[in-house]
C-alpha cells in the first residue's frame, strides 16, 4: 500500500511539475510580449496624443489622441487615452508596459538669450536653447539697458539664459548684466543660467544671494575661441523644465501612472532626426537630412549634418552642431499667418492665390478670430481655404529653411574668396515634413520642395540643398521616437523608418 502511494504521489508530483513549468514557460512568454511594448504620450496644448509601439517588431500598433486638459487637469486626457489603449491591447499587457512622455504643454520654454555679442555668444546660447527644446522670444547682445529689463518682464519668460565672455576674459559688461537682470521686479522667480566666463562666477553667486534670488550655474558655453561647450546649459535647460516649468494642472497624478516625463516635446524630435540620421549600431541611417515642422505658431527647422566650408569660404562665428533646432515663431499657420503672408508680401500672396489683396486679408482675420479653423463649408469656399492654407504652409517651410541656412559673402583677400555665416546643409539628401499642415496637405510635396535651392538663392549665395528625397512623417511620430532613443534605438529607428513615406 505504502508503495502504491508513494508511486502516486511521485506521478502527482511530475504532472504538477510539468504543469509548472508549462505556467511559468507561459508567463516567461507572456512577460516577454509584455516587456516588448511601450506606451509613449505627449502633453501638447491642442492634442494629448499615445502611440504603443511593438519595440520586437519595430512598428506602431496603435495611436489615440484627444483634446488636451492641460489647462484643467492632465490626467483626464490621459485618462481616455488610456482607457482606449488598454481597452486594444488588454489590460496586462497595458499593466506591464513601459510608459513615458514628452511635453509641449507649456507652449514650448519661453526664454530669452542674454550674451556679450550677436554672432557669438548668442548664436552659442540659441543653439543650446532650441537644442533643449525652447522658443527664444528675444535676444539681447552687450550692454543690458533699462528698457530691456523692461521688455523682459513684459514678455513673461519662464527661463533667461546668461553667457558670454571667453575664459579669463574681460567680465566688465558680464557684470553689468548681472546686475541689471537682478532689477527684474516682475516674476522673480524665474530661473537665470549663467554659462559664461567662470571668473565672474564666485561673484555672481554673492550678488544674486544678497538679493535673495537663484542663479544656476554650468559650464562657460564658449570658454575659447572656436570652442562650442553647449551640453552642459542644455540638459541643465530640460531638467529646469521638467521639474519646474511643466505648470500642468494634474501634474502629481499624471508622474503616479507614468515611468517618467522624459524631456520637452521639441527635444525628443530633436534626437529622433539625429538617431533617424546617424542610425545606431543595428541599422543604418538616411545619412545628412532635414525635418519641417509647421505648427500654427510657429515653424521648427531640423537639420543633420556635419557643417562643412563652402569652396573657397571660411567659416566665422561659432561652430554649428551636428544636430541643429531653429524655431521661427513669426512663421505660423493660425496665430502668426499674418506674420507669414507679411513677409511674403500682400501683393505677392495675392498673386500666387490670384485673389484680390483685401480677400487675403479676409482669409487671415479668419484665422486669426478662430485659430482653430480648419476650411469647411460649400465647395468653393472650402477649395479657396485650402488652396490658402496649403499657400501659407509653402511661405512657412520657405522662409523658415532660408532663415536656418548658412549664407557666403564675397570678401576682398587674397587668403579666401568668401566668408560663410551659419550652416551649409547643401549636403542634405532628405528632407522629411511633419506637423498636422503637411501631413494632412493635398500636396505635401509641394510644401517641401519649397526647401531646395532657386535661382534666386543661387544669386544671394544661400547653402541649401539642389536637390532631395522628400518624404512625409505620415504617423506624426517622430516624438515617439526621440523617447524610445533612451531605451531602445533600434526599436526607435525601425519604428520611423516604418512610419515615413516618400512624396
Known sequence: MRNYFSQALLVISKIAGLLTGQVALQMCCKKELIMNTAILIDFGSTFTKAAVADLEAGRIIYTVKTPSTVQTNAREGLTICYDSIRQEIGADRFQCAKKLATSSAAGGLRMVVVGLTETLSNTAGRNAAFGAGAKILKTYAGSLTDSDIQEMEALNVEIILFCGGYEGGNIKIVRHNAEMLLRMSVNTSVPIIYAGNSEFIQELKILFYHKHREVFVVSNIIPQVGVVNSLPAEILIRNIFLERITNMKGLGEVKKVLDSIVMPTPASV????????????????FGPLMIVDIGGATTDI???????????????????????????????????????????????????????????????DRRLKNIEFLPKGSLVDCQAELLFDQQLARYACRFAVRRHAGILEAVPSKLFAKLQRGKNISCVTTIIGTGGPIINS????????????????????????????LMLDQDYIF???????????????KIMKNSIREV
Do not use: W
Open 270 to 285: 530633436l534626437q529622433a532626426g539625429e538617431l533617424l540620421s546617424l542610425g545606431c549600431e543595428a541599422e543604418d541611417g
Open 302 to 364: 531640423h537639420s543633420y549634418c556635419l557643417c562643412m566650408a563652402a569652396d573657397g569660404a571660411r567659416i566665422i562665428g561659432v561652430e554649428e552642431p551636428y544636430a541643429k533646432r531653429t524655431v521661427e515663431g513669426d512663421l505660423g499657420m493660425r496665430e502668426s499667418c499674418g506674420l507669414t503672408i507679411g513677409e511674403a508680401g500682400v501683393a505677392a500672396a495675392a498673386a500666387d492665390l490670384t485673389v484680390t489683396e483685401d480677400e487675403i486679408q479676409r482669409f487671415i
Open 479 to 493: 516624438y515617439a521616437a526621440g523617447m524610445l532613443k533612451e531605451i531602445d534605438p533600434q526599436a526607435a529607428i
Open 442 to 469: 493635398d500636396d505635401p510635396r509641394g510644401i517641401l520642395s519649397e526647401a531646395l535651392k532657386t535661382s534666386k538663392d543661387d544669386k544671394l549665395q544661400i547653402l541649401l540643398p539642389e536637390a532631395a528625397r
